[in-house]
């Protein structure tokens, strides 16, 4: 028999679908369009999917995340429950839904992307690469027709173009569909949009001379949790708007794995794509369209920085074959690809410019961030690391670049820790613990007075570095002392108080269990040996580095001296260290003012080399050393030990 | 206030609408997808758009269209009532909007046509033009991936073809798109489909080896009545499956400019492009398919053959200039147009080749027909007479050629005459009138025992002509007899009782007035007399033709020896006519199968002058002699006055 489950969205209304007993809740939620993050992708380990049951019966269970307290008060957790023998009405949290606008994101204003975007205008980051792209404006002034002249707009317009330029010119269907209003509105005087593709010249747009126009073009990162995006007037270079928001995949799964597990499903792919495309990066460009009052058919040209399983199912094209052996996607660089294609609210003709991906875990991302890192331009040694949703790293200098992919999961954006969360409002960011009482003073996001909610990667690096310094917990991160704020539960497993329930948001207590420490130690020790393997692979020490540019989401936050107490990034000078932002993002914005910084991006990418650092017989040796605070080998973290 | 307005249509269930007093009936069915057919696109001239009230009222009134004995009985003119102080239940009866499973269609059997589709598989007509297109299938064998050759799968493939074929080839966002699963199914063999635009080389489409696919294309006519359509396997030239409909957008009015008025309102284009392409030329390709067992993605090139105004309504193009002075088309040939850009549902890459137009009333249905007419190829003086919706001719031979458009007006396919219709069951066809009783003998479309519901245009010639021939009608087309089979009205207007009440199918009589038959006689009028003024132009006189050749819809029926009667076609020997079928369709089908094929009709539009007959200072003196039986000079059709 059918039952109606009503899924309340707190601070948005009601949410109506039927069901069948047995039907999982969070499957039930995603059929509605109803968003409950799920970092996890349901498999009940991340216990983020907290719905309150108000009205009726699901079938659910007391789980390590739901106490029985909980439980009583009517909690659940979605991917645990099931429809049950009647109608229900479920409560889905703020927290759990809202995440997309409260986001804390790459705003563009950071010292280094600014500039970045504050490049010259004839010139990108002072390296001799030239802005310019291959779409020019062509003015024309034609001869009204009349009874005696009736030639068609088309070949009127094409006969001018043609003079002009040496050769024909190929219409595309959009600018015949521009024609004949473009050419009315402006007594037959006209700027055209060329692009030249292939060998040859198209017509991408006819404007009035007299109708308002800007050539602009769009450059978007496409990261697994956030898109973030910049909308460029193409002639002067200025971004006339930004924009981001949470990536509506996040529904589907916090990482990639699970994206693509959820793409194979049937329809997966197109509900993949809808969710990044209709969902995420329509309303960017709309918002940023009007603000900036642009006609969206004025942008002309799209570039795309996105990790390569984000670049496929931003395409629509199956990913499957990334995370099935050997790990062969379906392309590294795609040119011949256009908005229309994936139906991009933009000029149908605009053509959607992807950084080329290198390999199946290191993406355009890593491709357009390295061009932004300006490592291929100096003979410094330096190290590359974005750490997102993943951690991809580049090492080199302008005589070779090595990249690899560390499989360093979602721990920094707050996947796999029970009271983790991305560096939304309420995230604890930062941290200090006082070695006496171990009562922690919390750096909390959000306006002033803000009540903690969780922790998010910088506020659990620095957690965990401060919980070692104080002697909370031992290398191996098991907790080894006693105290008010040391919980043990039956089977023994500790944790420790970041927040006591009356201090916190939410009225629950906030806790790091000895779980997430084992979890977020795996995630640091994937960074680190990744780190090593790589350069030992090439003979070098972890000295040679004399430069590490870090870039990412998580990036601006990071501690760099508890970073390297618990042996997450090398012990290095501090001033080594440099934070560049979003560097996909600028990298995608030098790509869409400067065709020579495409040709420089997809230059990068022919000349990197990709490590599987899975197939390195060293690799697992290495990661299991590194999974210790800071590390087995101490010596390689000599700044540790200090206080 | 809101009312309820259902349409109970005849045969297919009930369509229910809101509406609000005042809104007219027609507008409300179009509105809620109701085919009502208005030739006349509902200025009340045509009286076709007859509804029954079954229930409440609606406001409307009696027109010459429905007498007191209808109204009394619930009928009226949809495009005269308006929604009314009640709800209302407007029963649509079958004849006014089920044309289009009905229509007595080119069904490609014609002899002619015949001779031209089994043309040998690689030369056409006989006439040295090779068959073969720009596309191509090429077979590669991959090496397939392992870890230590992690290339994608788009580098793969584009290395072998660029091997294969000596340049690099561009990949289309739907190629890639169907690359992994064509690779994956075949063990890395695969079909490539390329094809050479603008001097380079497109990945179409990627077939797994040991998938079943079959490279086709589609040849469509588009009439401003009727579209038809074949499925044609590209390598063998063989027709795999044909089909015809009605052209959806009827409903927005019989002839072009009633299209384009409905096009300049607002959304209109997008309005009838939908009619077009999604209610009429999709069902239609997807029905083909389906018989062929065709996948519809095979399908890899278009070609279209359609007059002007059509052609812009598919493209979806603004034809507002089409018939405002000076009377300019977008777009006359247009190449650069694929399906995508119109959301065929075929291959999104297939190209959409559209025979090209002559001027805003000669359009590529001409253009293409010219190909299949072979007047190009012969010395003989050849008059090509395309009789659709409009008249079109061409007159010329292998040196040159003439065309021009009369405006025939919508009279020979069932417009502007009270009791006229399409040639559907119950289309009266042919007639013979006994000239003592006056009675006539009908042959009537449909299985024997069909009753009459109204004349189509071949029976309107022969109807004429008998008329004529029997005295009833004098040189003016008055009616000028007595007897049981005339009426008169009270304002003193004639008309001749084709059938009565009792023996038509619809219980009213069929009756020819004098207004219908002076609607015809222009009609005939500017046929014959745009044949004379084109001649004149050239300095011939009409025993100049010895060839003439009868395409489009109507053609099949005609009597030639009855329309000469009548002064609508030139008084020369009967054989010299001959009627080749939908040539339009033929001539695309050849545009379809080869390349060659098409350049040669880009080569006949370059080469054809285009005669704007109202801007000849004699036409209107010509037109007015032509509105006689057969003309006021008579000793132009000798002919006509035996018996």
Known sequence: ???????????????????????????????????????????????????????????????????????????????????????????????????????????????????????????????????????????????????????????????????????????????????????????????????????????????????????????????????????????????????????????????????????????????????????????????????????????????????????????????????????????????????????????????????????????????????????????????FIDLGTNGELVFGNADFLMSCACSAGPAFEGGDISCGMRATDGAIESCTIDKETLKPSLGIVGPEGTKPIGLCGSGLIDMVAEMFRCGIINPLGKINVEGERIRSDEYGMKSYVIAFADESETGREITLTEVDLDNFIRAKGAIFSAIKIMLESLDFPIEVITKVIIAGGIGSGINIKNAIRIGMLPDIEHEFYSYIGNSSLSGAYAMLISEEARDKVTELKNNMTYMELSSNPNYMDEFVASCFLPHTNASLFPSAMED
């Open 1 to 383: 028999m059918e039952r109606k489950i009503t899924f309340a969205i707190e601070g948005m209304g009601n949410v109506e679908i039927s069901a069948i007993a047995g039907e999982n809740i969070l499957e039930l939620a995603r059929k509605a369009n109803v968003a409950i993050d799920a970092p996890c992708s349901g498999n009940g380990s991340c216990g983020k999917c907290r719905v309150k049951l108000l009205e009726g019966e699901i079938e659910s269970r007391i789980t390590r995340h739901i106490t029985e307290e909980d439980y009583a008060a009517g909690w659940r957790l979605a991917c645990e429950s099931k429809v049950g023998e009647s109608d229900a009405v479920i409560m889905v949290p703020d927290i759990a839904s809202a995440y997309r606008s409260r986001m804390k994101i790459a705003d563009l204003t950071d010292t280094a992307e600014i500039e970045i975007f504050n490049t010259t205008k004839t010139e990108i980051f002072g390296t001799g690469i030239a802005t310019g792209t291959k779409l020019t404006k062509v003015s024309v002034e034609l001869v009204e027709p009349t009874l005696d002249d009736a030639m068609s707009d088309l070949e009127r317009i094409s006969m001018e173009l043609e003079g002009q330029l040496g050769e024909a010119v190929v219409p595309t269907h959009f600018a015949v569909s521009r024609l004949p209003k473009a050419l009315r509105s402006s007594g037959f005087r006209a700027d055209c949009i060329i692009e030249e593709r292939n060998g040859a010249k198209y017509l991408v747009d006819v404007w009035g001379a007299d109708e308002e126009h800007k050539l602009c073009g769009i450059a978007i990162d496409i990261g697994t949790t956030t898109v973030s995006a910049v909308l460029v007037d193409l002639e002067s270079g200025d971004i006339l708007a930004k924009a981001s928001s949470g990536n509506g995949q996040i529904r589907y799964g916090a990482d990639v794995i699970n994206r693509i597990i959820e793409a194979t499903k049937p329809n997966g792919i197109k509900k993949l794509q809808k969710a990044v495309i209709e969902e995420t990066i329509t309303p960017i460009i709309r918002n940023m369209c009007a603000s900036a009052k642009i006609a969206k058919e004025d942008v002309c040209r799209v570039t795309i920085a996105a990790n390569t399983t984000m670049n496929h199912l931003f395409a629509g094209i199956d990913p499957e074959s990334i995370r099935m052996e050997p790990y062969v996607p379906v392309f590294m660089d795609f040119t011949g690809f256009y908005a229309a294609d994936v139906n991009l609210p933009v000029n149908p003709n605009a053509e959607l410019v992807i950084a080329p991906n290198i390999g199946s875990y290191v993406g355009g991302d890593i491709t357009a961030g390295t061009l932004a890192s300006m490592m291929w331009n100096s003979e410094e040694m330096a190290l």
